[in-house]
């Protein structure tokens, strides 16, 4: 059992599920070791069933021994409130942990403190030294591998990944979920954010993190997958990250109720068959992928209207759809074993 303890800090943004994606992703995923959330704009509150504290003195009582920046707001920098509670954490005692694109061990005020303090920060974003494009391990290894592909972004391609890993693991199958941004990161407690990565090495970053995850005991492995093929602003990241991981095929993820891809009407959200196609076509050529399946997120719809959302990807695409979060994980686990037998 894991000694931490992590207070959440989610400063105004505890209830939302976009900008509060890995705040919630811990709460789901890492349960045990969640003591608080920190909003004080609904302090007394709580959130997925843990309670809210309006301030770092608040939370103390509940003896956290690690902050972790639970929010990733546009752009990856902190909010200029968020400094007076960073240094409130440090000054407890706590150790910091954030996936932001601004590095706290970068900052001299905040090292400056958190050695004064003895605390440790850890930037979860930071990618390390050496990294360089693709050697061509990502085609000897012997492990299948599924890379998570999407619609757009922030619609559940992390979820889809663990959601599958876990029904693998419990059918008795070496399976490893393999991180590739800041949320996997905190959650697995490795890995590396490849959106942080000089573009050029993203493909060799994932490379690398698809050998961790065969070094570890994985013989199937479940890449996380980042933005989207279609999104006009992290597309760039998503080819790097399909290249590198080199996948034998796909799960697409998609989230029925949104029309448009980030939320523009400029970028209206194609067909299913139109998506299966694209990511088809942009596969490696030393190993081209096929998709196996389609996981929806169904947040939003009533189990009617979810089991109708499943049948229209079906019908659109041929291809077994569901919601793993709502329905289970079983019916696409048996899919994608099928597309890689």
């Known amino acids: 059992m894991s000694d931490r303890r992590i207070l959440i800090l989610a400063e105004g943004f505890s209830g939302d599920p976009h900008f509060g994606k890995t705040a919630r992703g811990v709460m789901r995923y890492r349960p045990a070791e969640v003591v608080a959330l920190l909003d004080s704009e609904r302090a007394g509150e709580s959130e997925g069933g843990f ?165 570890r005991g994985g013989e199937l492995l479940w890449i996380e997958g980042q933005g989207s093929l279609l999104h006009p602003s992290y597309s760039g990241v998503t080819l790097g990250l399909i290249h590198g991981s080199a996948p034998h095929v796909y799960v697409l993820c998609d989230k029925p109720v949104e029309r448009f891809v980030d939320e523009n009407p400029a970028f209206p959200k194609p067909s299913y068959s139109f998506l299966v196609d694209l990511h088809e076509r942009m596969s490696l050529i030393g190993r081209p992928a096929k998709v196996a399946a389609i996981a929806l997120n169904t947040q939003g719809l009533s189990d009617d209207e979810a089991r109708a959302a499943v049948a229209a990807a079906e019908a659109d695409s041929g291809l077994v759809a569901d919601d793993p979060v709502r329905f289970g994980a079983s019916r696409l686990v048996d899919a994608v074993l099928a597309a890689l037998a």
């Open 51 to 215: 309670p809210i504290v309006g301030s770092v003195a608040d939370a103390l009582a509940l003896q956290p021994t690690v902050a972790l920046v639970g929010v990733a707001p546009a752009g990856g920098r902190f909010p200029p409130a968020w400094r007076t509670i960073l240094r409130q954490c440090i000054e407890a005692g706590l150790d910091i942990e954030s996936g932001l694109h601004e590095f706290l061990t970068r900052d001299d005020e905040m090292t400056a403190l958190a050695a004064l303090h003895g605390v440790s920060l850890r930037d979860l974003r930071l990618a390390p030294a050496g990294l360089n494009v693709p050697t061509g391990a990502n085609l000897t290894h012997a492990s299948k591998v599924v890379t998570t592909v999407g619609s757009d972004c922030a619609i559940g391609k992390m979820t889809v990944a663990l959601e599958l890993d876990a029904e693998a693991r419990r059918r008795g199958i070496k399976s490893e979920f393999v991180p590739t941004g800041q949320t996997g990161i905190a959650i697995a407690g490795w890995g590396m954010s490849v959106d942080a990565v000089v573009a050029d090495f993203i493909a060799g970053a994932t490379e690398q993190l698809v050998i961790e995850g065969v070094e």
